[in-house]
């Protein structure tokens, strides 16, 4: 069974940063996709980042020169650097794992942009 652990919310003020954790653990297919997604209250959850592995980050355009996705395949880890945060960016981050055809979510951690 998969499990996803996410790490490293909070509340922070505008301009601030936040790094996000989130390790994976179970018996994960060695391609796969893993990212960040969001979802404010009343909306959608939307793509934040994700990396193949092997390859480079894709951003969200709101969070491009901001946020800074990376990964580490040795400890099936994926890390989301957050700076120059804003009001908007206030959700919920779930860590997000695709392999061998399955998506699987960590349980979310709560990110608060306000002064």
């Known amino acids: 069974q998969v499990q996803l652990v996410e790490s490293g919310g909070g509340l922070v003020q505008p301009g601030g940063s936040l790094r996000l954790s989130c390790a994976a653990s179970?018996?994960?297919?060695?391609?796969?996709?893993m990212g960040w997604y969001r979802q404010a209250p009343g909306k959608q959850r939307e793509l934040v980042a994700r990396?193949?592995?092997?390859?480079?980050?894709n951003y969200a355009d709101a969070v491009k020169g901001r946020f800074t996705a990376s990964r580490d395949n040795a400890k099936n880890a994926v890390y989301l650097q957050m700076n120059s945060l804003k009001p908007e960016d206030t959700a919920v981050y779930y860590c997000n794992l695709v392999a061998d055809t399955r998506i699987y979510w960590g349980q979310g951690t709560q990110v608060t942009v306000s002064s």
């Open positions: 179970g018996n994960i297919f060695r391609l796969n996709v």
């Open positions: 990396i193949i592995s092997g390859g480079s980050p």
